[in-house]
Each structure stands twice: as C-alpha cells, then as structure tokens.
C-alpha cells in the first residue's frame, strides 16, 4: 500500500513540478511584459525631447526604474532609438553604451516585443528578458528591457516544490498508518483463527473461532470454521463409537466360536457324537458373526453414502412394499393394511424409502401377535411427507424409542440372533437423505415407527 501511494504520487507530482515551472515562467512574463509596458509609456516624453534637442530630463526615470528594481528585483534598461543606453537599474551598465547587438533590443526598436531567455556574458547567468518598443504615434523612439535570473523562477518552484514534498510525506505516513491498521485488522483475526486451527489439528474439539470480531469475511470463514469443526467432531466421535461397538459385539460370537472349537477338538476322538454338537454350535455362531459384519458393512455404507436426492413418489413406493410383504405378513397371521394414503413427492437417495420402510415393516409383523394388524399410513405434516408403520407388538417405552436408534442396542427381551443394526442403518439412511427416522410407544399397545422426509418442490 506504501509503494503504491510512493508510486501515485512520483506519477501526478513529478509532471507537477514541470508544469509549475512553466506557469511560473508564463506568469512572470506576463507581468514583466506589463509593467514594460508601463515603464515605457512613461518614458515617452523623455525620449521625445532627447530625439528633439538631443538632451533629457532622466531623473524622473531614474526613479522610476529605481523604484521597479528595488520593488520587484528586476533590472531595467531604457534605451533610445539607436540603442544606445539611457536609464539603468544597475550600476554595471553605463548610460551611453550600445545595447543594439542585444537580440531583444534589436527586435524592440524594430516596433517588437521580445520574450525569451539567454544566458548573460556580463552576469554569467542565465536570464529570462522582455523587451517592449517606446512607441509614440508611428515612430519608435526607443526600447525598456527588463530581465530577471532564471534562479528566481527556480526558488519559487522549489518553495512549492516544499509544499508538494510535505504533502507528499504526510500522505505517505498516513498510508504507512492506514497500512498498519488494515494489516492489523485482517492479519490479527487470522492469527487467532490459526492458533484454533492448530488445536482442532490436537484435537482439542472444544477450540472455538471468534465469530463477533474481525471484517465480515474473516467473521464468515471462522462461522465455516466452527460449523466443520462440528461436523468433524461428530464424524470422529461416529467412527471411534462405531469400532467401540464394532469391537464389542464382535468378541462375543468370537470367543464363543473358539471355545466351541476347542472343546470339538477335545471330543472329536473320544466322544464324535458330541463333538459333531459343538462343531454345529460353531457354525451356528459363524452365522452370527456373519450377520453381524455384514450389518456393520451396511452401517458403514449407509453412513458413508452421499448419492444426489432425487423426487420419489412416496404413495407408489409404499403401495409396492406392502404388495412385497403381504404374503409373509400372511403367512404370520398378520394383516398389512394403509389406512392413510396422502400422495406427496419427497426427497430421497435412491433406494432409501424402499429400504427403511423395508425395516419398519420386517419388526412390524415379526413382533405383532397372531390376529394383529399392521397399519401403513402416509401424512403431510408441515413440509414433510412422514410414513408411519403402526403394530400391536410388545411395544416399547419412550427411553427405550431413544436408545433402539443407537448402534447394536436390543431390547432386554428381544429374541436372540438379531445384531441391533437394523434401525441404526435406517436412521443413517434417513439421515443422509436429509430426513429422520423416528420410533414413539402407541397408544393402546404397541409401536409406532416414522420415516420423515422433506417433500419436493
């Protein structure tokens, strides 16, 4: 930021000071052409009596150049017709000399005003001139020159050139505070921002970004900061929770299948009969460990799965499910029946009703006594599409509804061979899909399973 206001101001102020300096110099010519101007109407009735009787009266001019000199620093000179010198500021210059070689003299007594600039060989400087021709009537009668040093326009540029500096260093210092201050503002932000970042790497999950200070896009990022160290806090706590209770329900069926293994081994020679029992036992055992990494697989692909929603008519589906289950439900002495058929399109991954509704419908009538009824509806509840699967089975409490959602959790008197996935799979479907899976007791006894989803627009 410094070096580019350094840059702005070299740019506008170098053609400045060049610029001034020709106006200083327009300026002064104007005024010096002037007041020649004036000096030689004043010098007409002396140089009238000279050209007329040869002799003058100078001293009025002498005092009127100088007077000018002394006011302005200038130098003049009054000359007559032939160039010849009459009145001077300066001592220097004697009356009587010649002046008619000079160029500007040379071309006043020709009847024009001359501006310009020469060096001096008397001064030894250089010199900016304006001569003017004493004119009366038609006839040239003489000419006033005025000169002054070129270093005279020089000093003023400089004094504001001074000026043009200060202004040139105050905003430099003003570009250096400014610079310091937005630094500060943005950089300080992100040093803390960077000091949470490297606690999330720890893991220390409880580091927080600071949302209220700082510009609105270090304010924004530190809002994503927060909310991914949510996600990521969640995801990590979903997986060690996961090999926690991966590790947990699969050393069960493990040492069970190896002490059946062994205590085969010890009666395959002595007692087939018996072993041929254990070795049974084991593969039983082998199916419950297959069953139980084949849920964990499903879990982890459900969790996992992040396939684009698409609209699915929820009624067609449904309907389908309950055709696919009517003959097993049968089978059980159960009736499957919709009592609520609501049509809505909602949002869903591929499969994912199919699946869920699946899940509610298996529990529905492995659970339901004979003679119940399984009911199916389909509602609209605010902007959601909500299937629900009622039963008339054992039913569970409301603590109970919270936990059965939760990974290889089964109820106290659940019959044996289940993995406790199935629901947690559902969820995670559900869930993925932007969606919830919800279990509630229902009234009069029994069980009431719910899939919401958010309808299409």
Known sequence: MVGL?????????????????????DRLEARLEVDAFKISGRTVEALE?????????????????????TTTGGRVVVTDGRGLVVVASDEETIVGRDFSTRPEIAGALEGTPMTGERYSQTLVENLLYVSVPVVAGT?????????????????????????ILAA???????????????????????????AVTEKLGNEDFTAEADETSGPPEITSLARSFNRMRVRLQRLIDKQRGFAGDASHQLRTPLTALRLRLEQAEEAVERDPVAARAKIEAALTETERLQ?????????ARAEARDDALGGVELLDVVRDRIDSWSALSAESGVSLTMVGSAPCRVVAMSGVVEQVVDNFIDNAVQYSPTGSSVEV???????????????????MTAEQCELALDRFWRAPDAEPGGTGLGLAIAARLAEASGGSVSLAPRVGGGLVASLRLQLAN
């Open 377 to 395: 509806s389909i509602d609209v509840v605010g902007g959601d599409g909500v299937v629900s699967v009622a039963d008339r089975g054992p039913g």
């Open 291 to 299: 069953r139980l990494v084949d849920g964990l697989l499903a879990l």
């Open 49 to 69: 009596q000279l050209d007329e009787i040869g002799s003058a009266d100078t001293s009025i001019l002498d005092e009127i150049v100088a007077e000018y000199s």
């Open 139 to 163: 006839d040239v009668l003489g000419a006033v020159r005025i000169t002054y040093p070129t270093a005279v326009i020089n000093d003023r540029v400089t004094s504001r050139l001074w000026g």
């Open 5 to 25: 206001t350094a840059f702005v101001l070299v740019v506008h102020d170098v053609p400045l000071v060049d610029h001034l300096r020709h106006v200083e110099r």
């Open 168 to 194: 040139g260093i105050v905003s430099i210092l003003v570009a250096v505070l400014v610079a310091f201050l937005l630094t500060y503002t943005v950089t300080r932000p992100l040093n803390r921002l960077t």
